[in-house]
């Protein structure tokens, strides 16, 4: 009697011992963990008319001027700096040398994240965003996307909370409100459905038939760019297009 008790309390020893083994392996939750967990990230993707958000991320508005943005295959990003309140638009060569096909974030310019990057050591994040274009009724969508790089302290990031850096990020890119972002989620997915459609149908042609009184034509075709009168004949001349009535009924057309 007296060996199994001892056999229970070495089986229960055991799995306390596992059971912490299993909660010391998985560790605290990480900044970068805690970071993405607040901030979506959109999927981007690509259709017939060239890239395109695959799924929304979550929405947010631009705060500050200054952040540069470039087309989406663009190879290089030229960061902004965000260090102590004060953010740093990107300056020489790299600004210059995409100085031709970039443009600066506006405030109030919605955008998704799309990538985020926690430098413990080097006490930086990096913030990647992209224009959420139905968002700021850009069309055709350009996709401009552009980067910040958070520039903190030497130790802060190791004992700073997510709530205080979020703070720190939301000076650049707040949350938008989840009105906002309900908006921009339906105006995204209806450009996605758009552009999974095929091109629309063009207009039904106009048709031009004899015997048809000028009033009509001027319903079917418009006003005509120029009027001729030759006493019974009359023409109606349009940019591509003439036709000729005979005592106010369509002759020829040509």
């Known amino acids: 009697m007296c060996q199994a008790r001892q056999f229970v309390l070495v089986i229960v020893a055991v799995s306390i011992l596992l059971s912490g083994s299993v909660a010391n392996a998985q560790g605290p939750v990480t900044l970068q963990e805690q970071l993405a967990a607040q901030y979506k990230l959109v999927k981007m993707g690509s259709d017939s008319g060239g890239v395109a958000v695959v799924e929304p ?45 970039s443009r600066y974030f506006q405030k109030g310019d919605k955008v998704y994240p799309t990538k985020i990057e926690v430098n413990p050591d080097k006490a930086k994040i990096s913030f990647t965003v992209v224009a959420c274009d139905a968002c700021n009724g850009v069309n055709p969508p350009s996709s401009m996307k552009g980067e910040v790089v958070f520039q903190f302290a030497k130790g802060y990031l190791e004992k700073a909370s997510v709530g205080e850096v979020e703070d720190t990020i939301g000076q650049v890119f707040s949350i938008a409100g989840d009105e906002q972002q309900g908006r921009g989620d339906q105006q995204q997915q209806g450009s996605q459905q758009q552009a ?19 009033d009509q034509v001027q319903a079917a075709l418009g006003k005509p760019e120029k009027i001729v009168n030759l006493g019974p004949k009359q023409l109606f001349v349009y940019k591509d297009l003439k036709v000729t009535f005979v005592n106010g009924k369509v002759s020829d057309v040509q």
């Open 57 to 101: 991320g979550t929405l947010l508005a631009v705060q500050k001027g200054g952040v540069l943005s470039v087309p989406w295959k663009a190879m290089a990003l030229c960061p902004a700096k965000f260090q102590d309140n004060n953010l740093h638009p990107p300056a020489g060569m790299c600004a210059a040398m995409v100085k031709t096909v």
């Open 196 to 214: 999974a459609q095929p091109e629309q149908q063009q207009a039904e042609p106009q048709t031009i038939q004899l015997g048809m009184t000028t």
